[in-house]
């Protein structure tokens, strides 16, 4: 049957959350909450301390279980799988502290993260090696780390090991980032090439991103989600996001 004119037809987004609510000995940190990401898409979550923001991303990633509600990515319900399973489905999170190993050097930690296969017999197999160097060169040169290739990770600026541990996820090619504070603690100089490579990623991947710099979000974002009380206050462009009255009343004023 043909769709009547104007009626609505239904859309496939990257990532449906829908009625999402999570209770933690009846508080709910989140509640009743929905949020659609599309494809290519930078999506910045913003809003007061205890909004619930980080908790939107844990849930997302598995690390902690819904009371109820849903979260389809790419078509695939998320909230019955396990941690490790969502990340095979393809969705990566960076936490706000890096996790690098510092004792390495660049080159090496973005071949430990390397995806490795398993053969019909569930053994390890490895990748050619030109295979992994050609794609830690092309990762790194998206990381601004290319001729840093060869350094110890240890001595990096805090922005370049955050950049560094956005480049072990984007090795592993997921359909989706999540990202918590990326710019806390970097310089300006750091700030402007995150936003560029946020950029760059979006041309094949979606990012989610949690921030407080409004001047970072500004530059980055083309939809924003303001959480308040586990719940989307406000949705929409930053320019209509930062003129509703409801969050000048209970973020953006204060
Ligand atoms: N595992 C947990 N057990 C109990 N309460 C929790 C748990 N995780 C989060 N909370 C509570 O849920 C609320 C939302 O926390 P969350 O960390 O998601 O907020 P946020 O928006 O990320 O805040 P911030 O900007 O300070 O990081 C807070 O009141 C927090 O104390």
């Known amino acids: 049957m ?27 940190a989140v509640n009743d909450l929905s949020l659609y990401v599309d494809e290519n898409e930078i999506r910045v979550i913003i809003g007061p301390n205890g909004a ?27 909230t019955t799988r396990r941690e490790y399973e969502i990340v095979r489905a393809g969705v990566g999170r960076k936490f706000q502290n890096p996790s690098i190993y510092e004792d390495l050097t660049v080159f090496e930690n973005l071949e430990l993260s390397f995806p490795r296969g398993r053969d019909v017999f569930g053994a390890l197999f490895f ?11 092309e990762v790194a040169g ?5 001729d840093h290739l060869g350094v110890q990770a240890g001595i990096l600026s805090h922005g370049q090991k955050q950049w560094l541990e956005i480049g072990m996820l984007l090795i592993q090619s997921p359909r ?23 950029h760059t990623i979006i041309r094949n991947q979606s990012v989610i991103v949690i921030e407080h710099d409004m001047k970072f979000v500004e ?15 406000s ?20």
């Open 142 to 146: 998206m990381i601004f780390l290319k």
């Open 2 to 28: 043909n769709q009547p004119i104007g009626a609505a037809v239904p859309k496939d987004f990257l990532l449906a959350v829908e009625a999402l609510t999570v209770s933690f000995d009846g508080f709910k």
């Open 176 to 198: 989706l980032l999540m990202l918590d504070e990326p710019v806390a603690g970097m310089s300006v100089a750091e700030r402007v090439k995150t936003a560029e490579l946020l």
């Open 219 to 233: 530059d980055i974002a083309t939809r924003v989600t303001v959480l308040h009380q586990g719940r989307v206050l």
């Open 52 to 78: 619930g923001k980080t908790t939107v991303l844990d849930l997302i990633c598995g690390r902690t279980k819904p009371t109820s509600g849903s979260i389809r990515f790419a078509g695939e319900e998320l």
């Open 127 to 137: 990748k050619r090696d030109g295979e992994v160097k050609s794609r830690v060169e």
């Open 235 to 254: 949705e929409g462009s930053m320019e209509r996001v930062k003129n509703d009255p409801k969050v000048i009343e209970v973020y953006l004023g204060h």
